[in-house]
């Protein structure tokens, strides 16, 4: 677990809707996305690797659980200096060896238990852990919670092309993208 002060320890009230209201649904206003059922993560680009955080501190103590050392190889990529300052809110998710998302139980005995035994029981199963990333915080150190998504994505799209490791969910906009 660590403490950082650049990581919020809260998660905002993202709006669940589904498109059988078809005039929001076509309204390039609204951006629907595929809701994946992980852990509400933040990710931390201010340092020499990508920092994955529960927003949620350790029960045990007042910091933060961070996951980083169970997704594999996530310690070995580099930040790229052009992203220092940058925190991100994503979805921490698991895949098994075909690519479906694991149940959420199967998740939480991931990211619950050490990392030896998480690493372990990944290696075992099969399953991989992923990340996907929607939101921004902080871009290259300025606070980017009250932008306009438009401009987020664009974040995230740089982001995910310079890590990979770090996917964005199909974000249909306007009209003909959404059908």
Same mark, same amino acid.
Do not use: C
């Given at each position: 677990?660590? #403490?950082?002060?650049?990581?919020?320890?809260?998660?905002?009230?993202?709006?669940?809707?589904?498109?059988?209201?078809?005039?929001?649904?076509?309204? *390039?206003?609204?951006?629907?996305?595929?809701?994946?059922?992980?852990?509400?993560?933040?990710?931390?680009? /201010?340092? @020499?690797?990508?920092?994955?955080?529960?927003? &949620?501190?350790? #029960?045990?103590?007042?910091?933060?659980?961070?996951?980083?050392?169970?997704?594999?190889?996530?310690?070995?990529?580099?930040?790229?200096? *052009?992203?220092?300052?940058?925190?991100?809110?994503? @979805?921490?998710?698991?895949?098994? @060896?075909?690519?479906?998302?694991? #149940?959420?139980?199967?998740?939480?005995?991931?990211?619950?238990?050490?990392?030896? /035994?998480?690493? &372990?029981?990944?290696?075992?199963?099969?399953?991989?852990?992923? /990340?996907?990333?929607?939101?921004?915080?902080?871009?290259?150190?300025?606070?980017?919670? *009250?932008?306009?998504? &438009?401009?987020?994505? @664009?974040?995230? /799209?740089?982001?995910?092309?310079?890590?990979?490791?770090?996917?964005?969910?199909?974000?249909?906009?306007?009209?003909?993208?959404?059908?």
């Amino acid at each position: 677990t660590e #403490s950082n002060p650049q990581i919020p320890t809260d998660k905002p009230d993202y709006k669940e809707d589904t498109p059988k209201n078809l005039d929001k649904y076509l309204d *390039e206003r609204y951006v629907f996305q595929p809701k994946i059922d992980g852990a509400h993560v933040l990710i931390d680009l /201010n340092k @020499e690797y990508p920092r994955v955080f529960s927003y &949620r501190p350790s #029960s045990r103590s007042d910091r933060l659980i961070q996951h980083t050392y169970r997704i594999q190889g996530l310690d070995q990529v580099k930040v790229p200096e *052009e992203l220092k300052g940058t925190v991100l809110r994503g @979805e921490l998710y698991g895949v098994d @060896e075909k690519g479906k998302t694991i #149940s959420t139980s199967e998740l939480g005995a991931l990211l619950n238990s050490t990392v030896a /035994n998480s690493k &372990r029981s990944q290696e075992i199963s099969g399953y991989a852990l992923k /990340n996907m990333i929607f939101d921004v915080v902080k871009w290259k150190g300025k606070d980017f919670s *009250e932008k306009n998504y &438009r401009d987020k994505q @664009e974040v995230l /799209n740089e982001v995910s092309t310079l890590l990979p490791q770090f996917q964005i969910p199909p974000s249909p906009v306007d009209r003909i993208e959404k059908r």
